[in-house]
């Protein structure tokens, strides 16, 4: 008997303290779907003026069998072999030439080229 007195108690005591809880949960206060389109509209403001600063790479100077070539964003793709030889090239370019040298636009490719050809 004392056995079903304290299961029973303990189950009074478990569905209450669920009870409690829910009550907790729901009357805890949400924010309306208006405050939360503004957060959202504010977040994605921000994250666009982080991002605006970013370039993409367009092009990749690379060096291949003593010559400078260029390569599309992929490193795989040749833009065009050029007749620059690397050891005509500046230390520190020659040294950037071996994991690549990103250009983010035409312009840079053409006053790269116009720098250095001949």
Known sequence: MKKMISVCLLFVLLLAGSLWIDQTMLSSEKPKPEEVA???????EKMTESMSHLSYTKYYVHASEGYVVIYQADHETV???TSIRVEHLPEELQSGLKEGIALCSDEELYEFLENYSS
């Open 79 to 81: 833009y065009c072999e």
């Open 38 to 44: 503004e957060e959202m509209a504010a977040d994605t």
